[in-house]
């Protein structure tokens, strides 16, 4: 019995230092965002020698384009999010209640979208190709990016409710639109709250799809803005490192507030489905 309390005791020390090793590039974000160009670019871990706390990200809020950034990477999400939900919720629907071999394809084709790339450069030419402009490629590809998950998601979820409600449904005259949208949908609550929280963090941190799609300092979202202090012989990197951590406070923040409701939606979707 001792021996058992003093290897989970080595355990949980062991577990703790890499919980500790993994906040060290977290840390020395937000350390350097309070120091000097100079020591910034030495990115290392001390402190810095003088304070500039006010002034880095005064100075990031005036020369970023912050605001527009803001707006913008706004705008994408809640679209998105919009309509990854729509979508993902109705699809899964369908494809949970038709066991057809065509439903089944289908299914098959989003579980393959979790494993397989998304390729950007082709994805860039095909929507070129079809003289999109960059803002609605780019939201078109970040809804298909985060579909199959989503989709995977609510079908996990779905297989809980009773068919039993749908044909009681069907019986007192229901549409498939009313169906799905005034008796399943408000059950689907758990695990829409999770995946809203999901995509909006998938899509507020989207870097790579959003460089190729919104390749115009007008369009950039929050993430993109970092780019805004880079120049040809120098960078600054105290500003460069406040950027940062402006840009990912907003995602921080709602997960922290939010953790429960991600983990028990994720949770009753594995074990109900």
């Not at 989970?8 to 974000?29: D, G, K, R, S, T």
């Not at 490192?241 to 594995?270: C, D, E, K, W």
């Amino acid at each position: 019995m001792r021996k058992r309390k003093i290897r989970e005791a080595i355990l949980n020390l062991v577990l703790c230092l890499c919980a500790l090793i993994i906040l060290v590039p977290v840390f020395m974000v937000i350390i350097n965002s309070f120091k000097n160009g100079t020591e910034a670019a030495r990115m290392n871990l001390a402190l810095p020698t003088t304070w500039h706390i006010a002034e880095n990200y005064i100075e990031m809020v005036r020369e970023g384009g912050i605001f527009r950034g803001l707006v913008n990477s706004t705008v994408i999400t809640v679209i998105c999010v919009f309509f990854l939900i729509v979508l993902c919720s109705t699809m899964a629907f369908v494809l949970e209640r038709r066991k057809t071999c065509f439903s089944k394809v289908i299914n098959m084709t989003v579980i393959f979208g979790l494993v397989l790339p998304l390729q950007i450069i082709p994805t860039y030419f095909v929507c070129n190709f079809l003289d999109l402009t960059h803002e609605i490629a780019a939201v078109f590809v970040l809804i298909v990016a985060n579909m199959s998950f989503t989709v995977f998601l609510y079908t996990g979820f779905i297989k809980s409710i009773p068919i039993e409600i749908d044909e009681s449904a069907w019986m007192d005259g229901a549409s498939h639109t009313q169906l799905f949208f005034q008796i399943i949908f408000p059950l689907l609550q758990p695990v829409t709250i999770t995946a809203v929280i999901i995509n909006f963090m998938a899509v507020w941190n989207d870097f790579g799809i959003s460089i190729y799609f919104l390749n115009s300092a007008r369009n950039y979202t929050l993430p993109l803005t970092v780019y805004n202090f880079f120049g040809n012989h120098n960078s600054d990197w105290q500003l460069v490192f406040a950027n940062v951590v402006l840009s990912t406070l907003p995602v921080a923040v709602v997960y922290l507030m939010l953790q429960r409701h991600i983990i028990s939606g994720m949770t009753s979707g594995a074990v109900k489905g």
